[in-house]
Nanobody, 124 residues
C-alpha cells in the first residue's frame, strides 16, 4: 500500500512558477513509477508528466513540455513537479499517482495509487 499526499498548489499569476510535491508513505517508493495528472472542471483527467523508478526516464505531455519538470528523490520518498511559465489553461486540480511497471505512462489506468489532489489556479 502506498499513500500519496500532494502539496504546493496555490494561486499564481500567468508567467509565474509553482513547485508541487508529492510525499509517499511506505518503504517501497523506489519500486514505483510516478506520474502527475490534472483535471480541470468539466474536463477529463489529463496526463502531465511521469518518471521511472530511478528518475532516469521522464515523459511529458506536449502541452507542458519545456515548461514543467518532473523529478524524484527516492531517499525522501518524494516526487516533484516544477511548473514554470504558467498559463491560465494550466488551472486544474493536480494529482500524483504511483504505478508498478507501467507500459503506458500516460494512461491513468496504469496507476494504482492516487493522492487527494492539490489545486493550482493561474490568473491572467
Amino acid at each position: 500500500q502506498v499513500q500519496l499526499v500532494e502539496s504546493g498548489g496555490g494561486l499564481v499569476q500567468a508567467g509565474g512558477s509553482l513547485r508541487l510535491s508529492c510525499a509517499a508513505s511506505g518503504r517501497t517508493f523506489s519500486s514505483y513509477a510516478m506520474g502527475w495528472f490534472r483535471q480541470a472542471p468539466g474536463k477529463e483527467r489529463e496526463f502531465i508528466a511521469a518518471i521511472n523508478l530511478r528518475g532516469a526516464g521522464t515523459y511529458y505531455a506536449d502541452s507542458v513540455k519545456g515548461r514543467f519538470t518532473i523529478s524524484r528523490d527516492n531517499a525522501k520518498n518524494t516526487v516533484y513537479l516544477q511548473m514554470n511559465s504558467l498559463k491560465p489553461e494550466d488551472t486544474a486540480v493536480y494529482y500524483c499517482a504511483a504505478a508498478q511497471y507501467p507500459h503506458r505512462y500516460a494512461d491513468y489506468r496504469e496507476y494504482r495509487y492516487w493522492g487527494q489532489g492539490t489545486q493550482v489556479t493561474v490568473s491572467s
